[in-house]
Nanobody, 125 residues
Framework: QVQLVESGGGLVQAGGSLRLSCAAS????????LGWFRQAPGKEREFVAAISWSGGRRSYADSVKGRFTISRDNAKNTVYLQMNSLKPEDTAVYYC??????????????????WGQGTQVTVSS
């Protein structure tokens, strides 16, 4: 089992920044990829960003490219999502996710096996 705990959400004005963190514990794998998904009220959960174990491969949803940056610290088993130039449409619950095998499809939005509990991000206009 893998446990994921997100933190760093909150309320911010449009144009502001937030940094989300996700700490992983339990059974982890050196080939695993980590990522972020989000779900806005009344909408389906959608892919935001993903990063490989080494950090050498990253992908982003078109809606966040150039504004969000995903990174990870394997010594701390933690993945981060730096969110800049936030917009009201970024308002959602953000979920951390892990794909134990680092499948190629993960980088185009196919979610992995484990989810965190989510952290709320609210961007006011």
């Amino acid at each position: 089992q893998v446990q994921l705990v997100e933190s760093g959400g909150g309320l911010v004005q449009a144009g502001g920044s937030l940094r989300l963190s996700c700490a992983a514990s339990g059974r982890t794998f050196s080939d695993s990829a980590l990522g972020w998904f989000r779900q806005a009220p009344g909408k389906e959960r959608e892919f935001v960003a993903a990063i490989s174990w080494s950090g050498g491969r990253r992908s982003y949803a078109d809606s966040v490219k150039g504004r969000f940056t995903i990174s990870r610290d394997n010594a701390k088993n933690t993945v981060y999502l730096q969110m800049n130039s936030l917009k009201p449409e970024d308002t959602a619950v953000y979920y951390c996710n892990v794909d134990r095998l680092g499948r190629p499809s993960y980088y185009s939005g196919s979610p992995g096996d484990y989810w965190g509990q989510g952290t709320q991000v609210t961007v006011s206009s």
